[in-house]
């Protein structure tokens, strides 16, 4: 299990990366998309790492992934609601 959430961690924040790099050289719809894209990946990420260091009973590390993810959860809502903002203007 611990080998499973390491990948699908790994994976997601790897994709993350890359949402947010593609996102850079395109137009505004699709830098929003992508963007948004990369906040719900790293969303994921955290989740997985804080199940990881639960179940390896780091719970400090656990509480720091789930600080983390308030976070994240802000930027996704933030973009969310530029990418609204600019859908209605």
Request: glycine share 6%; proline share 1%.
């Amino acid at each position: 299990m611990d080998l499973i959430l390491q990948i699908w961690g790994g994976s997601f924040y790897l994709t993350n990366k890359i949402c947010f790099a593609l996102a850079e050289d395109k137009n505004k719809s699709r830098k929003r998309q992508l963007k948004i894209a990369g906040w719900l990946f790293f969303m994921i990420m955290n989740g997985s790492m804080g199940t990881l260091m639960i179940i390896q009973n780091k719970p400090i590390l656990a509480i720091q992934q789930a600080v983390s993810l308030c976070f994240v959860v802000y930027g996704f809502m933030t973009a969310i609601k530029v990418a609204s903002v600019k859908n209605a203007q």
